[in-house]
């Protein structure tokens, strides 16, 4: 090839050259991004107002679904359904998305990563694992946040156009429960347990199981007494055993256990490894739910800008030193307490189930005895200290078969109102399938 034809070529190649990244430039500055370029490039699946979902997110969404439902140890539906079932997955994910932003609804990262913080903890993930179980379902963990936020949001958004807009009424409640007579069912034991070794002197352990059950009988509270004689003995451990039917217990302890009042104690019971007590907290089956409770009093003080954690919890300290002294729980409550619903009263928050706690305050109840002021509790709320007024076991029933009613007709209510609401955002949008999702 001539010098003079090489050159020619070149200056058409550079001519060529030219014209490609002029086009692609202009496209940069039409479309803002590569991404935004490549996406213009991928299939469009469906048009939702005006966005897009693409093949690319169909396949990924698929992917994602067959992962999850295969870690649940599930039967992986055919492709084409489940691509189906996602396909309108993201139509209506995109028309809650468009409706939030409508609406002005947003999520702070702050709170998307207390959530992320939440889910790992409750999956027993640092944060690192957690990133590592995100990188296995093929997403970065910047694409987990997003995808986590925008789950926030809709969820904001649902609690606002759907839920805050379901009524009940206690006739409603009172016709279910009519129409659903209760199945009788198999009696649970909530018990909590404490073991009393031998370790080869059974006289001695013995001496230490009857120490305790006669404090508990004489009124002490079983986890204080436990508490203490943890401290002071080896040979003990304690548990909390939950909720158990009957064949989920030692044949040892059932016979004891069915006659025991809630609130009441076993008598020590030899085993070979030592003697057990056994509390019974609670009672449920057959039409019956008999559980503790506490009327409990509290302060509350809220941390702020003007007085820190430090300075809440020493005002506290001093609040409690001043009743110690012979001032009235529910006068100081009234004055200094920050919780407006219980002040007026005293700062009194009437009976209450240990369930219906907050745990640090659960955990403070029950280390406390009838009319002793507890030191200050920290809960998300605040800083407490807590007076319990008194205890008592109470058959509770019939209120929880009403709340049980009224969560069935709740989530019932919810199912329907929910499904009316994405027809009227589907009807009110224009959707254009530009690949089938049919079967």
Same mark, same amino acid.
């Given at each position: 090839?001539?010098?003079?034809?090489?050159?020619?070529?070149?200056?058409?190649?550079?001519?060529?050259?030219?014209?490609?990244?002029?086009?692609?430039?202009?496209?940069?500055?039409?479309?803002?991004?590569?991404?935004?370029?490549?996406?213009?490039?991928?299939?469009?699946?469906?048009?939702?107002?005006?966005?897009?979902?693409?093949?690319?997110?169909?396949?990924?969404?698929?992917?994602?679904?067959?992962?999850?439902?295969?870690?649940?140890?599930?039967?992986?539906?055919?492709?084409?359904?489940?691509?189906?079932?996602?396909?309108?997955?993201?139509?209506?994910?995109?028309?809650?998305?468009?409706?939030?932003?409508?609406?002005?609804?947003?999520?702070?990262?702050?709170?998307?990563?207390?959530?992320?913080?939440?889910?790992?903890?409750?999956?027993?993930?640092?944060?690192?694992?957690?990133?590592?179980?995100?990188?296995?379902?093929?997403?970065?963990?910047?694409?987990?946040?997003?995808?986590?936020?925008?789950?926030?949001?809709?969820?904001?958004?649902?609690?606002?156009?759907?839920?805050?807009?379901?009524?009940?009424?206690?006739?409603?409640?009172?016709?279910?429960?009519?129409?659903?007579?209760?199945?009788?069912?198999?009696?649970?034991?909530?018990?909590s347990h404490v073991v009393i070794k031998s370790q080869g002197d059974r006289v001695s352990a013995q001496v230490v199981a009857d120490q305790i059950y006669e404090r508990i009988v004489a009124?002490a509270s079983f986890d204080i007494v436990i508490s203490e004689t943890l401290h002071q003995l080896s040979t003990i451990n304690s548990a909390d055993l939950g909720w158990r039917s009957s &064949?989920? %217990? $030692?044949?040892?302890?059932?016979?004891? #256990? /069915?006659?025991?009042? +809630? =609130?009441? *104690?076993?008598? !020590?019971?030899?085993?070979?490894?030592?003697?057990?007590?056994?509390?019974?907290?609670?009672?449920?089956?057959?039409?019956?739910?008999?559980?503790?409770?506490?009327?409990?009093?509290?302060i509350l003080m809220i941390a702020n800008e003007f007085r820190g954690e430090e300075a809440t919890e020493e005002k506290l300290l001093s609040l409690r030193e001043r009743i110690k002294s012979?001032?009235?729980?529910?006068?100081?409550?009234?004055?200094?307490?920050?919780?407006?619903?219980?002040?007026?009263?005293?700062?009194?928050?009437?009976?209450?189930?240990? &369930?219906? %706690? $907050?745990?640090?305050?659960?955990?403070? #109840? /029950?280390?406390?005895? +009838? =009319?002793? *002021?507890?030191? !200050?509790?920290?809960?998300?709320?605040?800083?407490?200290?807590?007076?319990?007024?008194?205890?008592?076991?109470?058959?509770?029933?019939?209120?929880?078969?009403?709340?049980?009613?009224?969560?069935?007709?709740?989530?019932?209510?919810?199912?329907?109102?929910?499904?009316?609401?994405?027809?009227?955002?589907?009807?009110?949008?224009?959707?254009?399938?530009?690949?089938?999702?049919?079967?």
């Amino acid at each position: 090839m001539s010098e003079i034809e090489h050159q020619s070529l070149c200056q058409l190649w550079k001519a060529q050259l030219g014209a490609v990244l002029v086009v692609f430039a202009m496209a940069l500055l039409t479309l803002g991004s590569i991404e935004e370029v490549q996406g213009e490039l991928d299939q469009i699946y469906v048009v939702i107002n005006d966005e897009v979902v693409t093949r690319t997110e169909v396949d990924r969404s698929v992917r994602d679904a067959i992962y999850q439902i295969r870690s649940r140890g599930e039967v992986v539906p055919k492709l084409e359904l489940l691509e189906s079932e996602v396909v309108e997955g993201l139509v209506e994910q995109r028309l809650q998305h468009q409706r939030a932003q409508e609406l002005g609804i947003n999520v702070p990262i702050d709170q998307v990563l207390v959530t992320i913080k939440g889910i790992a903890e409750k999956n027993g993930f640092s944060m690192i694992e957690l990133r590592q179980e995100v990188r296995k379902t093929g997403r970065s963990y910047d694409e987990y946040q997003e995808e986590l936020r925008q789950q926030l949001i809709v969820k904001k958004l649902v609690e606002q156009e759907v839920t805050q807009k379901i009524d009940i009424s206690e006739e409603e409640i009172s016709n279910y429960l009519d129409s659903h007579k209760p199945v009788a069912q198999d009696i649970s034991y909530n018990l909590s347990h404490v073991v009393i070794k031998s370790q080869g002197d059974r006289v001695s352990a013995q001496v230490v199981a009857d120490q305790i059950y006669e404090r508990i009988v004489a009124g002490a509270s079983f986890d204080i007494v436990i508490s203490e004689t943890l401290h002071q003995l080896s040979t003990i451990n304690s548990a909390d055993l939950g909720w158990r039917s009957s &064949d989920q %217990l $030692p044949d040892l302890f059932i016979t004891s #256990v /069915k006659e025991l009042d +809630v =609130g009441t *104690v076993t008598r !020590p019971i030899e085993s070979q490894n030592g003697f057990h007590i056994l509390r019974l907290n609670g009672k449920r089956g057959n039409n019956m739910y008999v559980i503790d409770q506490v009327r409990l009093s509290h302060i509350l003080m809220i941390a702020n800008e003007f007085r820190g954690e430090e300075a809440t919890e020493e005002k506290l300290l001093s609040l409690r030193e001043r009743i110690k002294s012979g001032a009235q729980f529910n006068e100081i409550a009234r004055l200094y307490s920050e919780d407006l619903d219980s002040r007026a009263l005293g700062g009194d928050l009437g009976w209450i189930d240990l &369930d219906g %706690l $907050p745990s640090e305050l659960a955990l403070a #109840v /029950k280390h406390s005895e +009838v =009319g002793q *002021v507890s030191m !200050p509790v920290k809960t998300s709320r605040g800083y407490h200290i807590i007076q319990i007024l008194n205890r008592r076991s109470e058959d509770i029933s019939a209120q929880m078969r009403r709340k049980e009613a009224e969560q069935e007709i709740r989530l019932s209510k919810f199912n329907n109102s929910y499904k009316l609401w994405l027809d009227e955002l589907r009807n009110a949008a224009w959707i254009d399938y530009k690949l089938s999702n049919k079967i």
